[in-house]
């Protein structure tokens, strides 16, 4: 059993930055795939990044990549997702994620058995 705990969310001005973190409980956690999923008002979960259980395989989304950077510290059952040059359609609520089986590059969120709560980012124009 994995819990997640997200921090870090908030209102930000477009061209901002902002830090996310995902405290993560339970045995398997530094063997497990991590990503991150958000969701906006009226649309679908989308996929944003992921990362594997060493950090050496990360996946971005096309929109997020250059901008975004997934990150783990297996030491502090910790990921980050480190989001910069924010915009507007960045708005969303943010779930981390965690799998022991997903590979590093999994993007549905079928693949993933462990979500946290989120954390609402929202960027003004």
């Known amino acids: 059993q994995v819990q997640l705990v997200e921090s870090g969310g908030g209102l930000v001005q477009a061209g901002g930055s902002l830090r996310l973190s995902c405290a993560a409980s339970?045995?398997?956690?530094?063997?497990?795939?991590m990503g991150w999923f958000r969701q906006a008002p009226g649309k679908e979960r989308e996929f944003v990044a992921s990362?594997?259980?060493?950090?050496?395989?990360?996946d971005y989304a096309d929109s997020v990549k250059g901008r975004f950077t997934i990150s783990r510290e297996n030491a502090k059952n910790t990921v980050y997702l480190g989001m910069s040059s924010l915009k507007p359609e960045d708005t969303a609520v943010y779930f981390c994620?965690?799998?022991?089986?997903?590979?590093?590059?999994?993007?549905?969120?079928?693949?993933?058995?462990?979500w946290g709560q989120g954390t609402q980012v929202t960027v003004s124009s």
């Open positions: 994620v965690s799998s022991y089986y997903a590979s590093s590059g999994a993007q549905r969120p079928n693949d993933y058995t462990y």
């Open positions: 339970g045995r398997t956690f530094s063997m497990n795939t």
């Open positions: 990362i594997s259980w060493n950090g050496g395989n990360r």
